[in-house]
């Protein structure tokens, strides 16, 4: 599995940006598809994630609301829409997927998910 992210730049307080993640390879149907981020200086934390199969969706609480994790019909690319943007969300944004069946306790756990790609910068001004 090869997993491109894209989408990120530099947008205002409040502003809206759309990433996306670009799916190649052979995807567990089973598997766990996320979004990370990494904000300079702190350890990497989830954003949001979807089950490839059911197409449940969790977001984290400090993006409930203003984020969602969507996919294409063809489940070849995978987006996080982000709206009403605040400084504190600068930072590099990941796309991963799991490889296989996770449990929903471990969605929010880095070391669950065993694809990664190379991750897009957002930053966020006041």
């Known amino acids: 599995v090869q997993l491109q992210a894209s989408g990120g730049g530099l947008v205002q307080s409040g502003g809206s940006l759309r990433l996306s993640c670009a799916i190649s390879?052979?995807?567990?149907?089973?598997?766990?598809m996320a979004w990370f981020r990494q904000a300079p200086g702190k350890e990497r934390e989830s954003v949001a994630a979807?089950?490839?199969?059911?197409?449940?969706?969790y977001h984290a609480d400090s993006v409930k609301g203003r984020f969602t994790i969507s996919r294409d019909n063809a489940k070849t690319t995978v987006y996080l829409q982000m709206n009403s943007l605040k400084p504190e969300d600068t930072a590099i944004y990941y796309c991963?997927?799991?490889?296989?069946?996770?449990?929903?306790?471990?969605?929010?756990?880095?070391?669950?998910?065993?694809?990664w790609g190379q991750g897009t910068l957002v930053t966020v001004s006041s």
């Open positions: 979807m089950s490839w199969d059911s197409g449940y969706t």
């Open positions: 991963a997927n799991s490889g296989g069946r996770i449990i929903i306790s471990r969605r929010s756990d880095v070391n669950a998910y065993q694809y």
């Open positions: 390879g052979r995807t567990s149907r089973t598997s766990t």
